[in-house]
């Protein structure tokens, strides 16, 4: 999950103007903690929550598909809200619904039924997004 | 967990009117999301799901081992929505409190103190489906 | 986690008045289930829920050390309710800011983005405890 | 896993005398390791390996029936030395090929394709039992 | 992971004569195994194994893409067989070294340090399958 | 873990000559990977790998607590690797075996039966270190 900073002049609120209240209480929350967080001045925490969000930008990897890896990973550990994260970040960077379920399909697969609640989550998130 | 279609036929309302609020949600929930989520059509995400359901089917063993078999093991995940399936099914199948709290202990010997949260929230949900 | 009963004496209620709802509401669901469970007398399950007491008292180690391992254990394991739990007793015994967000790098470092979200709502928690 | 202490009085060795070296191994690697950490005298790893040992006594399900529930908690969790004991206690108990497979494939439905090394290892290591 | 049968036709020993040692006896244990588990014919078990395979077939998404995220999760769940598996599949289908160590430095960040010593054997494999 | 790169100036061999050949062999391995990844140049491997070194730092928290934070942490993900690596930096540290214990302790409460097996190799490690 790279859920420490935003990216960097990222556009998240680019595809709609009415978010569902879940998903702008996730970013408020998320926003206002990480705020706290880097301001304790931890060195190692500040630099992981830096090196978080390096790890998705564009290299030998697409940034799609790296958000796609960031997905499968957070699913596959049943972490609801680094799942919303990577929903987010894969609708801004185009993922069609085709290529979100095959990735989802693979964390099923992997992680088997103990997924499924997550999967449901996810896809009614996904929803949101694409209602925007 | 056998959280993909509700097993065919099963009477999942057999006992009792008042069912909980919460556990009322928790199946509308899965319902609408499992319809969407079928609706995709995916083919390896709808015969997972399938295939979830003939896991708890009578075979060497009864549905009611089964059962167990399925509650135990998404104690120890941690997964407190799989526990609540299969607690709903148990409860179809006659499994008694007493069986159901050795279930619960193997659960917290294998999995440690970090299952205790969800060991409350099952026996408050086994609680609520007592009452029916 | 030690969660299964509280300390014998310890004033959980010592650093302040007006705890915050969110905190009250996990205390009095853990006070009600706790006593419906041990009121079984599954005899696992109740010597269990004693044995976790006994972990964390004082020995070769003292008890403000003990309960930042039950910490750190149960931030890498993604346990909301076990971290919040230890941040309680940690708050208790004294654990300064610094302390507190060193153990949490440590929970970071090892369990990875994955452990941020939880670590987001340590942190918040941890401001309702100070607040007191 | 019941694995603290061996069931008093059980014949461990009693479904054939040519058992496998790496069985062999395991059993003496793992006595010898619970006599030298029992010997320490730690009072909680003490206790708990006792109560360890109580969590598949005959109750109001039977032991067979704990050790299947045992054997799936340690395939979902992935413990290959947990799988191996109660697959042992299993052979002990009379559990059938058929009734093992069905369990088995209820831990990789729950679990997904990450346990199939396991459930690999676990087929291998039944093959040696029955070979005795 | 897709691990449960050889994707049909796939030229598995293409990259290289001299294969190691090791990668050559997991693939001969996997291959036993998997004859002897598929010959029980317990519908569950047969039915995921084909399923697994189907997960990773040409979709939206092409197969060096799943491949990737089948890597991904095998690494932040920490199986060294199925991380094992799945970097044979990427080198059969053509990933290259830096798109590979992308790919792990996203588990390595997701998943921690607990990671690594899994990251230093996938890195050692890969050595094997790039001598070939 | 802190197990990217060593301690800088940590005399890790320092409490004998005699070293067990698993332990070696830990090490060698540790060195040989560690010097190929880090060679990869992969900016958040190399940094993530630095930056879980900075972790174990004295801070407001000594070295030696920090240690004992990532053995319990370690043991409860069940990474034996992990679990070996703090290990000696505890018995560089001059933690006691009653510390040591009371530790293991923590962590075998929090995470169950299923930690057991990696309980036993750590003090197995631990008598190999001692006798040095």
Known sequence: MSD???PSGA??????EAQSAALAEF???RERMNAEILGENNLVINRFFALDGRAYERGALDVKT???LGL?????LRCDDCVTYHLVRCAEEGVTRD???????????????????????????WG?????
Chains 1, 2, 3, 4, 5, 6 share one sequence.
Do not use: N, W
């Open 4 to 6: 420490g900073v935003a």
């Open 27 to 29: 970013r408020a929350f």
């Open 11 to 16: 556009p998240e609120h680019a595809h709609g």
């Open 99 to 125: 290529a979100l379920f095959e990735t989802l399909s693979i964390g099923l697969i992997v992680g088997g039924s103990i997924v499924i609640p997550h999967l449901r989550r996810a896809v009614d998130r």
């Open 66 to 68: 790296k958000e796609l």
């Open 128 to 132: 949101e997004l694409e209602r925007g």
């Open 72 to 76: 499968v990973a957070s699913l596959v």
